[in-house]
């Protein structure tokens, strides 16, 4: 009895150890084939890296634009979908001008006061969110090359029409206000004149919420000496329309659909 007890524990303990080195044998094959697999995948990203492509996971890229109708900042988040497709996340804060908006000073009595941009009606600020993608047309080729890639974008804009004020004074009574052109037009008192815009933190109170939507068409050159970073300048065209008309400039045609030409210097990271 206590050789039948002897063996059936030795019969299962060899059993266990069997079973052990099996599941240790399994475990160190499937990590052998992880490490392979991303040796493999890392052999590929320096290959193609050296035949120019840009091979990344994600991108954050920030830049600087000025437009023919004013100027503003982007960020920009891209998703690797294949050697030559990047999906893109676009976010943009600009400010739009009219084309016959110009700064002159306000004088009175041969004193100068603060700079004025005559007729301006309103200020437009925008807040644009777009998607699009990004197709590689030429890689850097080597450290020194320059990537070519051509991108396209649609999305929404909320626009923030703010009032445009002046700060009046009057010669006769000494009283000073605050009036936006139109209104100056449509009022008879005597001896008012300007002596300067009132500035950017007057207006907000009678903020008008103009939406839109949006498109763009641009081609941006990195020239980046590392596939790690970003250093580019892009060149392209935005398209926008706004469901009702966007009064700039006094006495000037209002419009809905806003064309523009731009150049952004980019920069930002890879992973």
């Not at 019969?11 to 080195?21: E, F, I």
């Not at 392979?36 to 320096?46: C, F, P, S, V």
């Not at 954050?60 to 999906?87: C, H, M």
């Not at 998607?131 to 450290?143: A, S, T, Y």
């Amino acid at each position: 009895m206590k050789i039948l007890f002897l063996t059936v524990l030795a019969s299962t303990l060899v059993l266990q150890l069997l079973a052990q080195n099996n599941t240790d044998s399994v475990n160190m094959m499937s990590k052998l084939n992880k490490q392979n697999a991303k040796r493999e995948r890392m052999n590929n990203m320096q290959r193609m890296e050296e035949e120019g492509d840009l091979i990344f996971n994600k991108h954050n890229i920030f830049g600087i634009r000025l437009a023919t109708d004013g100027y503003g900042i982007n960020f920009e988040k891209g998703k690797f979908k294949t050697p030559r497709k990047t999906l893109l996340y676009q976010f943009e804060l600009n400010e739009k001008h009219d084309p016959k908006e110009h700064h002159i000073s306000a004088t009175s009595d041969g004193i100068n006061f603060s700079s004025v941009v005559p007729y301006k009606l309103n200020n437009l600020y925008e807040f644009k969110l777009a998607i699009g993608q990004q197709q590689l047309i030429g890689g850097k080729g080597n450290k020194n090359g320059v990537a070519v890639t051509a991108l396209y974008t649609g999305g929404l804009t909320l626009g923030l029409l703010k009032p445009y004020y002046l700060d009046i004074q009057n010669q006769i009574t000494g009283a000073t206000t605050r009036k936006t052109y139109d209104q100056m037009a449509a009022d008879t008192t005597e001896g008012d004149y300007i002596t300067g815009a009132s500035g950017f933190l007057v207006g907000w109170g009678n903020l008008k919420i103009k939406p839109a939507i949006n498109a763009k068409q641009a081609m941006r050159f990195d020239y980046g000496r590392l596939n790690q970073t970003v250093s580019a300048i892009e060149c392209g065209l935005t398209e926008e329309y706004f469901f009702s008309k966007i009064p700039l400039v006094y006495m000037v045609k209002q419009h809905s659909f806003f064309f523009n030409a731009y150049v952004a210097i980019m920069f930002g990271s890879r992973k």
